[in-house]
């Protein structure tokens, strides 16, 4: 039996309090990586941890309401890519748009990975469109006969997602780390 009852607006204590566990997460991710501590969090918000959980019954909810908004804005990017670009062009900025998101916060690329196969994760549905998305910029340039044809899209993310792993490791510059990455693998998948 699905439940089928009306969900009520939040208070606007609770509110309040929703925008105040994401603004501190945010912080906390960006100070600590995704392992950040949930306790901390809460006490930065003003909020005991029962709150959080109230809002965010698991760290994989708390991310996924930090990221759907970008997952949304990459599953949009591809669309306008698949239009307005060559099909080359459109899966260069399609994975670097990725990368760049996959390396906001140190840890995300590991939890994005683990994700790819848990169906289980808030993430893994949140991310589904973005990556269905994705998927489509991929066999554009392989019906164009730009992509080698048996590139999957898993394979392909697996390995956006190592370059903003290696990203996340390297004390150089990350944009030059990306680009020299990125500029490899290209040349493994695109055909002349």
Known sequence: MTDTAPTRPMRADARRNYQRLLDQARTAFAERGTD???DEIARRAGVGIGTLYRHFPTRDALL????????TGLATLAEDLLTSATPRDALTAWLRAFITGASTYRGLTSTLMAT???????????????RQAGERVLTRAQQDGQVRADVTALELFTLASGIAWA????????EGTVD???????SGLLLD
């Open 167 to 174: 990203n996340e490791q390297t004390t150089t510059s990350a």
């Open 180 to 186: 020299r990455l990125l500029t490899l693998v290209l």
């Open 116 to 130: 790819l196969r848990d169906e289980t994760s808030e993430l893994h549905a949140a991310c589904l469109a973005m």
């Open 64 to 71: 996924e309401a930090l990221l759907r908004e970008r997952f």
């Open 36 to 38: 950040a501590s949930l």
